[in-house]
């Protein structure tokens, strides 16, 4: 089994930035690719980014995309999202989620753990 942990969110004005960590329990992650989702209340949970095991593939949102930059460390098994110029419209609880394929995908369905996620507050 393998533990996902997200850390890193919090409260910040628009146009700031936050980096989000997600540190999984086992080598296996490095394995397989990883992912960033996050959903606002109400909302279904939404793709955010995406990379791959190696980490030379990666996809982003068309709603992030310039401003989001995700990352990994395999020898750390972790994994990052950097958030520049957030916006309101970014505050949501964030997810980090890993295993299943070497491929990064854009469905939550394509990924088998997931963190507890961690809450970005984007104030206006």
């Known amino acids: 089994q393998v533990q996902v942990v997200e850390s890193g969110g919090g409260l910040v004005q628009a146009g700031g930035s936050l980096r989000l960590s997600c540190a999984a329990s086992?080598?296996?992650?490095?394995?397989?690719?990883m992912g960033w989702f996050r959903q606002a209340p109400g909302q279904e949970r939404e793709f955010v980014a995406a990379?791959?095991?190696?980490?030379?593939?990666?996809y982003y949102a068309d709603s992030v995309k310039g401003r989001f930059t995700i990352s990994r460390d395999n020898a750390k098994n972790t994994a990052y999202l950097q958030m520049n110029s957030l916006k309101p419209e970014d505050t949501a609880v964030y997810y980090c989620?890993?295993?299943?394929?070497?491929?990064?995908?854009?469905?939550?369905?394509?990924?088998?753990?997931w963190g507890r996620g961690t809450q970005v507050t984007v104030s206006s």
């Open positions: 989620a890993t295993g299943r394929a070497a491929v990064p995908g854009v469905h939550p369905h394509e990924y088998v753990y």
């Open positions: 990379v791959s095991w190696g980490g030379g593939v990666t």
């Open positions: 086992r080598r296996t992650f490095n394995n397989y690719a």
